[in-house]
């Protein structure tokens, strides 16, 4: 399935239950009847996407995807299912992010609905969807962005239990005609948090002036102000003026309402990484086309070499997006209580697929040219969604402090504890990097034979081991609500989260020369973790933590990519050639941090450790080249 790049007109959407394919393909078959030249021109005049709301409300669409079992009144076919969401966000854009965009902040704008203990909301959100209704999230600010302590969304009390709401948000996709917009405020008569200070663990007393509250776009109170991008989306600036708010308009108050604004995102940028998927298919199949068909000085373009490893390094990293996101779905549908895994996978689904899916769409523009801005292709009306998506639902940034904190987790299983003797170990740090590899190998050896006995006799050390217990995750395709995204809970407790060994699968694959090699890279890593570990001071430094992140999240990446390949029986030529990507990537990285101002001398000699030659194999790369030149004509949308 991941081995071959999605054909809207073939694909046959086998996976899903049968009202599920039916929704698949008539979104399919809407975009293809209208055609290329009309959707290419809506998107040239910012025509808004009217029509295809009316197929939305027609073919009760998002009512069908977006409605929990909870409030589906019986409905069989109403439910929270992550993979045939995710599915739909693949195909949204594919045709376009704009249409993607309009379900996106649907999703994010129903989060804290569906999250509420407030019923009488609940079921007017799910009237709306039934009416063909879409969603706002009133999250953002112009002046404050993600800085949400901040907000300038002041509520003045009236006197039993309602509110006067004043003040704008900025950012707010569908603000234009959402039916509910999900709102971020906070209560005039209550102390504000000192965003400055963020860090402290905030009182519940602190938090308790903070609110979500659901507001109606067609409401006089509700003064839209305009279109902040030049766009078919709407992406509103709006006031609320003297907004009357209800007790039966608030969703989450204090604390929850905090937790639920993060769970929200945690829910919604899973599907940016599916959106980019989509539209790197798309383009991928215009490129292959274009430049097989186009002869120069003699040559097919797709001959040239510098073309050949363009599109070999596009396609293999294609595939890994792929890949990676399949398995996403597995962990995010699997989450409970007792495994919060899919808060670290979903972080990288949204900020390392949406990143590579524009590496991608650079470097097939090198290979597509001039032609890639002709005003019937599909490649220049995505392309400034692609350079988007890495900077929505939080920035990479965001992201990547997210993903830190579960780094000392995930690298260190509990079987790992006598890595830790290697700090203490005179001159590890500055030692040869054969004598730190033996020295660490043999202490990782040793530690993992003798951590399970040492488990029974020691209490805390049979609690971490039990903690880092988790059962398989299976394929998770079934017809299920994943009514856990309703109720993860506070959205703190982040480093108590345990990982299984990330190590199996890699030595499974160790027969692929180029994994082989990536392994090697990331016990380097913990290595450098284990004998150079980051100070306290280093650890308040963004700029060097992001150079470590860096690294770090390549190999739950690639850990991902992995198991989903052992679940397909993905190509060995892909994989190595994506693992050659991976060496080379990993290698950068390496010397980002050991070129960083901040960097000790042992991590900068530690670092080092981690650059590797990727294993170059002529026959692979023809072979993965020719794979990629078949694709040539596989795939044009209706004209």
Same mark, same amino acid.
């Given at each position: ?12 959407? *086998? %996976? ?9 393909? @008539? ?19 910012? +025509? /808004? &996407? ?49 249409? /993607? ?12 609905? /569906? #999250? ?16 063909? %209704? +879409? ?119 204090? =604390?929850? @309402? ?20 989509? !539209?790197? %298919? ?52 699997? *989450?409970?209580?007792?495994? =919060? ?19 991608? &769409? ?82 990782? /050896? ?10 029974? !006799? ?62 090697? #890279? ?36 690639? #850990? ?74 596989? &795939?044009?949308?209706?004209?």
């Amino acid at each position: 399935m991941t081995d071959t790049l999605f054909n809207p007109k073939t694909c046959d959407f *086998a %996976e899903f239950d049968g009202e599920t394919r039916r929704l698949l393909r @008539a979104t399919v078959n809407w975009f293809e009847d209208r055609g290329k030249v009309r959707l290419l021109a809506d998107s040239r005049d910012r +025509i /808004w &996407y009217s029509d295809f709301l009316d197929f939305v409300k027609r073919e009760r669409v998002f009512a069908t995807f977006l409605t929990p079992a909870a409030e589906a009144a019986g409905d069989p076919n109403k439910r929270w299912d992550t993979a045939r969401i995710a599915m739909m966000s693949k195909i949204l854009g594919f045709y376009g992010m704009q249409y /993607w965009y309009v379900w996106q902040v649907s999703i994010l704008g129903l989060g804290p609905i /569906w #999250q509420s203990a407030n019923q009488a909301a609940k079921a007017r959100a799910a009237a709306a969807l039934d009416s063909g %209704e +879409i969603f706002a999230f009133g999250l953002s600010e112009q002046a404050h962005g993600a800085d949400i302590y901040s907000t300038d969304m002041v509520l003045e009390p009236t006197g039993q239990g309602g509110f006067a709401a004043t003040g704008g948000k900025y950012y707010i996709g569908n603000g234009n005609e959402a039916a509910m917009v999900s709102v971020f405020g906070r209560r005039a008569d209550k102390p504000i948090i000192d965003s400055s200070d963020f860090l402290r663990k905030m009182t519940d007393e602190e938090y308790s002036g903070y609110l979500f509250f659901a507001a109606d776009s067609r409401h006089a109170g509700y003064k839209l102000r305009k279109n902040v991008v030049d766009s078919q989306m709407y992406v509103a600036a709006f006031d609320l003026e003297n907004y009357p708010v209800d007790e039966a308009d608030i969703l989450h108050t204090g =604390r929850a @309402a905090f937790d639920a604004a993060m769970n929200t995102v945690n829910v919604g940028k899973f599907n940016l990484g599916f959106g980019a998927v989509g !539209a790197c %298919e798309h383009a991928m199949f215009e490129a292959v086309t274009h430049a097989e068909n186009r002869v120069l000085f003699g040559h097919k373009v797709t001959e040239f070499p510098q073309v050949k490893s363009l599109l070999a390094d596009s396609y293999a990293r294609l595939i890994g997006m792929k890949l990676y996101s399949e398995r996403a779905i597995d962990y995010m549908r699997s *989450a409970d209580d007792d495994d =919060r895994r899919y808060l670290l996978f979903n972080a990288i689904e949204k900020m390392s697929v949406t990143r590579n899916g524009q590496k991608l &769409y650079e470097d097939l523009a090198d290979v597509i040219a001039a032609r890639g801005f002709e005003n019937d292709m599909y490649f220049p009306m995505a392309m400034v969604g692609m350079f988007g998506l890495p900077r929505l639902e939080g920035t990479v940034h965001v992201n990547m402090a997210l993903s830190l904190k579960f780094m000392p987790n995930y690298m260190f299983h509990p079987a790992d504890a006598g890595l830790a003797a290697l700090r203490y170990l005179p001159g590890a740090g500055a030692a040869p990097a054969a004598a730190v590899r033996a020295v660490s190998g043999a202490l990782s /050896w040793t530690s993992r034979r003798a951590a399970r006995p040492a488990a029974k !006799a020691v209490p805390k050390l049979r609690t971490e081991f039990a903690r880092a217990a988790h059962a398989p995750v299976p394929v998770r395709r079934d017809a299920a609500d994943d009514e856990f995204l309703f109720r993860q809970g506070p959205s703190s407790g982040l480093g108590k989260i345990r990982f299984a060994d990330w190590r199996p699968v890699f030595e499974h694959f160790s027969h692929i020369p180029n994994v082989a090699v990536f392994l090697e #890279q990331a016990l380097a890593l913990q290595t450098l973790l284990a004998a150079a570990t980051p100070t306290a001071e280093q650890q308040a430094d963004v700029d060097f933590l992001f150079g470590l992140g860096e690294l770090f999240t390549l190999v739950p990446y690639a #850990q991902l990519i992995l198991e989903q390949a052992k679940l397909d029986g993905t190509s060995v030529d892909v994989l190595d050639q994506l693992f050659d990507i991976f060496v080379r990537d990993l290698s950068k990285h390496a010397l980002t941090l050991h070129s960083k101002p901040a960097a000790t001398k042992a991590q900068q000699t530690r670092a080092l450790d981690l650059v590797r030659r990727p294993v170059a194999d002529q026959g692979r790369f023809d072979r993965v080249t020719t794979q990629v030149r078949a694709l040539a004509g596989g &795939y044009e949308m209706n004209p």
